[in-house]
């Protein structure tokens, strides 16, 4: 079991040794469109777009350079900044994109489990009883409670 394990974490880690070149498709798709659409150059639909054209363009001639992928993607981000790359890096400060959504989706998990199980909690409690007031044998208090009861009854009618 042990070996199996070993065997396939090293399989993983593995850089693939004579992997495919990477598609024109999914380099354009790696890519963002910089005429503003804020969509990738494959998915830009302006027809006469001054960005994607010469972006595609950019990518054929890196693709008959013999470049892999991330060669390619750092040829663009150096060129052109960061921003060119439709998903941010996982270096440096870009990796909070990465975490802090996940996190934030697991501590609002949290929060929703454990008010639910709160008012759970609440629901199953018994009943506490109220204490009454008992009358005082104030004979100011029950003046003011015999007033009460007759202002009362003259609303009531």
Not at 68 to 89: C, M, N, R, V, W
Not at 96 to 113: E, R
């Amino acid at each position: 079991m042990f070996r199996l394990a070993v065997l396939l974490g090293l399989l993983l880690a593995m850089p693939a040794a004579g992997a495919d070149p990477p598609s024109f498709q999914e380099l354009e798709e790696s890519l963002t469109c910089q005429c503003g659409c804020g969509l990738t150059v494959h998915s830009c639909n302006h027809l006469q777009c001054p960005s994607a054209i010469p972006l595609r363009q950019e990518i054929r001639v890196q693709m008959e350079k013999g470049l892999g992928k991330e060669a390619i993607l750092q040829h663009f981000a150096d060129k052109y900044g960061e921003k060119i790359l439709s998903s941010p890096t996982t270096t440096g400060f870009n990796l909070t994109a990465w975490v802090v959504p996940f996190m934030m989706v697991a501590i609002g998990s949290m929060f929703v489990m454990v008010t639910l199980l709160r008012w759970r909690r609440g629901k199953r409690r018994p009943a506490t009883p109220v204490a009454v007031p008992q009358p005082s044998g104030d004979p100011a208090v029950s003046a003011h409670e015999k007033i009460l009861e007759r202002e009362l009854k003259q609303f009531d009618s």
